[in-house]
């Protein structure tokens, strides 16, 4: 219902209500008009009121979408404009951009065009230059040649007169040769009367004479044959060494590997303190249980958050190490937890040791060994001598031992694998009585090894009872890979005891006056006094010093002696 139609409601009403109170009296009829009256003026009022509510509200949201329909048309304009704007600016750009790029390239164009044009004038210029230096070489030589038709004048005329006094010579020369023949005739004729007189006055015939002249030639020619063979055999031996060190050098140049220092106690970090109580367990039963099922010394002291474990058996000490720090990483630490434990890391070391066997095989190129051989390389991995790692340097000399062989035009492969099984005897050589050398050996003829291999075990160090060359080539790799600096370390108070001992020994013998141990312990270099010792002695003096090295002292690789004799004339002008 509209506003109108109230209204017009009202005023029907109110019509009615006069006609009845009308009819009813004047005085009822007053005061009913009177009420309705009022009555109807509030309704109107509340109507009106209602209406101008509504009014309000009406406009306010025509007004509210109004603003909102501005507000939009302003954004889309605002947005055409912006679209518009950076549409514009973008064009812009393009072409300033483009009139950049053209301006660039003609300036490019421009600068190439001067660039051409300098160096075509310099061109020019250089041409020119060389154009004025070629007439003045023209000049020159035409004036060097006018010299030499000179001096060429001037030196037939001396020509000439040399030809003159030549013939004049000449014919002198013709004349002394004459001379000179008959001189010779009678000298032979005087020879031939010596001759016969010597034949009778020693008693020989000319065929004995000939014979003692050849033999006392063929004795000198033996002597000079000897000495020609002995300088040719130090020349070959001087070819020989320097070809090896060559040889040598190229294999020490083209592989290094890195070494690892094995100890005889690992440290294994414990989350806290109190975790100590119960490694130990009640009465100590985990402990001693840990201790008889791995037969590693677990040392519980006052280190903080860490417990020691004590085994010169590195497989022992490192199964130990998994069993414990699964324990701890578990929580549950009692006898049959530990038993289980201790079993789990035995079987993953044996994993391990042949995963470690197998990328030794493959770093080193060898294929083809037996798993069980494998499993024996691998165990190499916990096994080290004065520090340095031995499956390391297994690995080491088998490439040192196959570069050599290469060079030499021999069986790299082989060699490769002498090289790599040469301490394959070191694996079990706490377990099993003898050396290495022989348990090496019974080990490869078991797994049926190629004899080269089981030669170059067996004499890898002893290369001069060799059999085969594969054992000499496995020795010098050995010992480059040894005795390289850095490879295997010691104490320092051995080291330097170790060089005092070298050189109290050399200062031992008579007729030294000094000695000095060099690189670190490998070289002994001996002066001795030159009146004491000869040339000849020095050589033997080196072999005693070397042996009595050999008898008394204990050290790696091997030691050079060297013994120097100098001797000097000095004089003063004054």
Partial sequence: MTLLDLVLLLLVLLLAGLLVFRRKGEERAGEEAKRLLDAAREEGRAALEAARKEAREILEAARQEARLLREEAEARAKAFRQELEAEVRRKAEAAEAEAKKRLAEAEERLKAEREELRAERERLKALQEELKAERDRLKEEREELRREAERLSKRGEALDARALRLDALEEGLNRREEALKAKEAQLQEREKEVEARLHQVAGLSPEE????????LDQELEEEKAQKVRAALEKVRLEARREAQKILA???????????????????????????GRI????????????????????????????????????????????????????????????EVVEKAKQEMKTF????????????????????????????????????????????????????????????????????????????????????????????????????????IAHHHDPENAETVYAVLVAAADALSAARPGARRESLEEYLQRLEALERIALSFPGVETAFAVQAGREVRVIVKPEKITDAKATLLAREIAGRIEREMNYPGQVQVTVLRETRAVAYAR
């Fill in 209 to 216: 004479a000939r014979r003692l002249i050849l033999e006392r």
């Fill in 250 to 276: 190229q294999a020490m140049q083209r592989q290094a590997s890195e070494t690892a220092a094995q100890l005889a106690v690992s440290v294994v970090p414990i989350p806290s303190d109190a975790m100590k």
């Fill in 280 to 339: 130990i367990g009640r009465e100590g039963r985990n402990i001693r249980t840990f201790e008889a099922l791995t037969g590693v010394d677990l040392i519980i002291d006052d280190t903080p958050e860490a417990v020691l474990l004590s085994s010169f058996n590195p497989i022992r000490r490192e199964i130990a190490r998994m069993a414990l720090e699964e324990l701890l990483k578990d929580g549950r630490i009692h006898p049959s937890r530990i038993e």
């Fill in 353 to 456: 040791i042949y995963e470690r066997g197998e990328e030794a095989a493959l770093e080193a190129g060898v294929v083809g060994l037996k798993p069980g051989l494998i499993q024996l390389l691998g165990r190499l991995h916990f096994r080290s001598s004065y520090g340095q790692n031995v499956l390391k340097h297994s690995v080491q000399v088998a490439h040192l031992t196959g570069i050599m062989a290469a060079e030499l035009g021999l069986d790299a492969a082989l060699a490769r694998r002498t090289g790599l099984l040469h301490d394959i005897g070191k694996s079990v050589d706490r377990e099993v009585e003898g050396s290495h050398v022989e348990i090496g050996i019974a080990l490869a003829r078991r797994f049926g090894e190629p004899v080269e291999v089981v030669d170059g």
